[in-house]
């Protein structure tokens, strides 16, 4: 476990946290799409290239547009 | 909204997009990835085009009917290569049992019909991706 391990976890917790805390629906949304890369970051870390391609598409891409679509059909402040 | 950045961009971006989401489905038995990740990546590529040049516009992107037709295809020809093992004698998508040749190992034409199977999945996980985002984000006509 190196340092740069260290700071993509203490990173992850961060996002995830504050994804939970926002009111901002958006802010959630992207700050969601900095922990899917992140956690693509650490899947190819531990040695899983296929997950990590997924969930960078997934996470990184797909969610973040239908996450999007669906804040701009309803209202963006929780 | 038009922007002139975000339509280069796109421009220059949507071609390596979809290399990168074919390679990832057609190397999918020998190289990590396969059908789900490069349908993906081919779907987020046709949803920047269509994020891009207008999302209003019917002719630009991919009606619904075509693409819930891809969709169908997809599944069905995953189905289908499934029931060739029937049909050959062996289970239900079964690969070297059914006597389909195997080819080299690392060589793009080997696993049997593992290279079909990921492509029908590409096909179906990008088509429905689409339909995913077309149906969230255009406006409402129906409900008016």
């Known amino acids: 476990m190196t340092l740069v391990h260290f700071l993509l976890l203490l990173f992850l917790i961060v996002c995830a946290i504050f994804v939970g805390r926002t009111?901002?629906?958006?802010?959630?949304?992207?700050?969601?799409?900095?922990?899917?890369?992140?956690?693509?970051?650490?899947?190819?870390?531990?040695a899983s290239p296929d997950v990590a391609i997924t969930e960078a598409a997934i996470g990184g891409g797909v969610t973040t547009l239908l996450l999007?679509?669906?804040?701009?059909?309803?209202?963006?402040?929780? | 909204m038009r922007d002139i950045i975000v339509q280069v961009v796109a421009r220059m971006m949507i071609p390596y997009l979809q290399l990168y989401g074919l390679y990832i489905i057609l190397f999918g038995h020998n190289s990590p990835g396969g059908g789900f990740a490069g349908g993906t990546v081919i779907a987020s590529s046709l949803i920047l085009y269509v994020l891009a040049f207008g999302i209003?516009?019917?002719?630009?992107?991919?009606?619904?009917?075509?693409?819930?037709?891809?969709?169908s295809c997809g599944a069905l020809a995953y189905v289908g290569i499934g029931l060739a093992g029937i049909f050959l004698g062996a289970n239900f998508l079964s690969n070297k049992g059914a006597g389909f040749p195997l080819g080299i190992p690392g060589r793009f034409l080997s696993g049997g019909?593992?290279?079909?199977?990921?492509?029908?999945?590409g096909l179906k996980v990008a088509s429905t991706?689409?339909?995913?985002?077309?149906n969230l984000a255009e406006k409402e006509k129906e409900e008016e």
Do not use: N, P
């Open chain 2, 56 to 71: 209003d516009d019917e002719d630009l992107r991919l009606s619904g009917s075509v693409a819930r037709v891809i969709e």
């Open chain 1, 68 to 78: 999007f679509a669906a804040i701009s059909r309803t209202r963006r402040m929780e």
């Open chain 2, 113 to 121: 019909t593992i290279v079909l199977l990921t492509i029908s999945i």
């Open chain 1, 23 to 46: 009111r901002d629906l958006i802010s959630a949304a992207i700050v969601f799409s900095a922990y899917s890369l992140t956690m693509a970051l650490l899947w190819q870390q531990l």
């Open chain 2, 129 to 134: 991706m689409i339909t995913l985002f077309t």
